[in-house]
Nanobody, 128 residues
Framework: VQLQACGGGLAQAGGSLTLSCVLS????????MAWFRRAPGKERAFVAG?????????YYADSVKDRYTISRDNAKKTLYLQMKSLKPDDTAVYYC?????????????????????WGRGTQVTVSS
């Protein structure tokens, strides 16, 4: 199982970026997926998660709620993270993660130990 994240780069405060993550798996739709980030000098933190299977639940960290949107295109086997109104504090390496699991709930999705597969990460830098 391979996760390939891309779309990071440099943005100005108030700008936008969209990250994408391709999971090369036939049963992509069955995977629960999430984005995490690691800012300089900080621990990895949950950003957003989206359920797989027949549900369409989405979860967001308070710090990104109303600014970020997580989505998925099962036909393209791709996970997205649309980021708007970017702030310098959003500067981090962003990682996508995946697991075949169907439990729901914010704490479930925010638990990094839950995920079996991780992408390498893509750098997002927001200048003030």
């Amino acid at each position: 199982v391979q996760l390939q994240a891309c779309g990071g780069g440099l943005a100005q405060a108030g700008g936008s970026l969209t990250l994408s993550c391709v999971l090369s798996e036939r049963m992509f739709g069955s995977y629960s997926m999430a984005w995490f980030r690691r800012a300089p000098g900080k621990e990895r933190a949950f950003v957003a998660g989206i359920s797989g299977g027949t549900s369409t639940d989405k979860y967001y960290a308070d710090s990104v709620k109303d600014r970020y949107t997580i989505s998925r295109d099962n036909a393209k086997k791709t996970l997205y993270l649309q980021m708007k109104s970017l702030k310098p504090d959003d500067t981090a390496v962003y990682y996508c993660a995946a697991v075949v699991a169907y439990e729901l709930g914010y704490r479930v999705f925010a638990n990094a130990a839950r995920y079996d597969y991780w992408g390498r990460g893509t750098q997002v830098t927001v200048s003030s």
